[in-house]
C-alpha cells in the first residue's frame, strides 16, 4: 500500500485545528488569491505571504449533477463555497443521492478525502460537507 | 483604418454527420460563400480558419478542394469564440491594408471529436475542471444563482428553448426543426439542476464561412454590402472581479467595444445573435449586451420582446439550442446569420426592415476567469 498523494502541492493540508485551504495574500494591496500565487493577481506585487483559509465556508450555490463526467459518476453534486476573503471556491459538496441540495448561505465545512485512485494511489482532495450547525466564519 | 464589409456568407448541412469529413463540411459552407459574394475563389488573398478539436491546417486542408493555394492561411482555436476569432482575424487584415479579400471558416465534427457525447470538459490540467466542472456544470451553477438573485424559475430558462425552437422551427438548416411546449422541455431529462436536456445545445457537425472585402472591392460586386461596423474581441478576467456569477464580464466589455467603434447605442440595435449553448445563460447576455438594464433579463424575456415579432428578436435562427453547435463554426455562423437578416434574405425569421444586427459568441472556462474569450461584431446597412 503507497502514501495517498494530493491532487496537487500545495493546495489544502491537515493541521491539528482541522483541514485549510492554502492561499496567498498580498502585504501590497491586501488581495488574496486561491490557489496560492507568487505573483499578487490583483496589483503585480510579489510581495505575498501564505495564509490559511481555514475550512469553514458558506454556500453560494450548488447542483446535482446527472450525467458521469470523467472519475465522477452520475448523481454527484458541486457548488461554490465563499470562504473568509471573499474567496470563491468551486468543490465538490458532500451530499447523499436523493438528499436536497443545501439552501445558498448554508455553511459548510472542508474535508480532504480521496477522490479517485491513479496508478494504484488514493489521489486526495477537497470537498464540503453542509455543516447547518455552524457559524459561517465570515458571516 | 479601413472599412470592411461582409461580401458573401455560407453555411453547410447542420447535424450529426460523422462520414462528412472536415474538407467536405468546410467546402460547402466555403463554396456557398464564395458563390454568393460573386467573385472566383482565385481572387482570395487570405484565409482564416477555426476548429477546435483535432485541429491542424484546417485552412488548407479546406481551400486545396476549392483551387486555392499559395496565399497566407492562418488556423486559429478560441473555443466556442474560434469562429469569432478568425472573422476578427480577417477583419484587422482587410481594415489595415494588408489584404483586399479573404475568407473566414469555422468547421467542426463533434462526432467524430474525442469529446463527442460527453459533457466538454476545460483543459485536462484545468483544477476546476479535475473537481468536476463541464460546461453544463457552470451554466447550472450561474442558473442557480439567477433564481436566487432574478426571482428565475426552471419555467423561464425552458421558456428561452422554447423560443429558441419557435424559429428553429422556422429555419431549413436547423438540425431540430420542431416546437416544443415548456413542460416538454421541463419534462425532459435532468442534466445538471436546473437545466435539462432541452435546455442544452445538440452535439453537432457543420461548418460557416464568410468572404469579406475592402469597399474597393466590396462595391464591385455588391450594390448593398453589409458593412462591419463594429468588430470587439476580448479575453476573460480574473473571476474575483465580478461580484456575481449571474454576469460574463468579457461579453459585457466585448459589447461596449463594438457599439463604441460602431457609434451604436443598444436600443439601436434590431436583431441580435448570441452563444445560448444552455438556455438560462442567454438572460444573463441580454444584460451584459445592454438590452435591457441589470436585473432586469427575465423581465425582458417575460415581455415577449426576445421572441418572433418582438421588439429586439434573439436568435431567430432558432440559435444553438435548434441549430446545434459546432463549435468553432458558430462564431462565423451568427454572422452569415445576421448578413441574411440585412439583406432581408431570412424567409420566415425575417425581422422586418432590420438594419443593424449584433452578433455575440463566448467560448471557454479556465479556473479563476469569468470566460475565456468573447467577442462581439455589429453589422450594419
Sequence with gaps: MTNPVPLREGLFRETAAGPTLLASCCTACGHTSYPPAPRCLDCGSEAQ???????????????????????????YTVGYVTMPHGVRVFAQLAISAGEDLPAPGTPMTLEIVPMWREQEQDVLAYRFVPA?????AHA | MREVFVLGVGQSDFGKMPERSIADLGGQAARAAIADAGINSAQIQAVFSSRVYDAMITSQTIMKDLGVTRVEMVNVENACAGGSTAIRSLYKDIAAGFVDLGIAIGVESMTTSPIAGKLIPPDRDDLDGQLGLSMPVLFALQAQRLMETHG????????????AHDFGALNPRAQYQRRFTVEEVLASRMIADPITLLQCCPNTDGAAAVVMASADVAKKYSEAPVRIAGSALVSGDYDFRRSD????ELGARA???AYEQAGVAPSDVDVVELHDAFASEEIVHYEDLGLCARGDGVGLLRSGATSIGGRIPVNPSGGLLSLG???AASGVRVICDITDQLRGRSGASQVPGAKVGLAQMLGGVATGLDAAAGSVHILTV
Excluded at chain 1, 49 to 73: F, I, K, Q, W
Excluded at chain 1, 132 to 136: A, C, L, N, Q, T
Design chain 2, 255 to 257: 459589447a461596449a467595444r
Design chain 1, 49 to 75: 505571504e501564505p495564509v490559511e483559509l481555514g475550512s469553514d465556508g458558506e454556500l453560494l450555490c450548488a447542483t446535482v449533477v446527472h450525467m458521469g463526467n470523467n472519475r465522477y459518476p452520475p448523481g
Design chain 2, 325 to 327: 453547435h459546432p463549435l
Design chain 1, 132 to 136: 447547518p450547525g455552524k457559524e459561517s
Design chain 2, 245 to 248: 456569477i449571474t454576469t460574463l
Design chain 2, 152 to 163: 428565475a424559475t426552471p419555467e423561464d430558462f425552458a421558456q428561452v428553448s422554447v423560443k
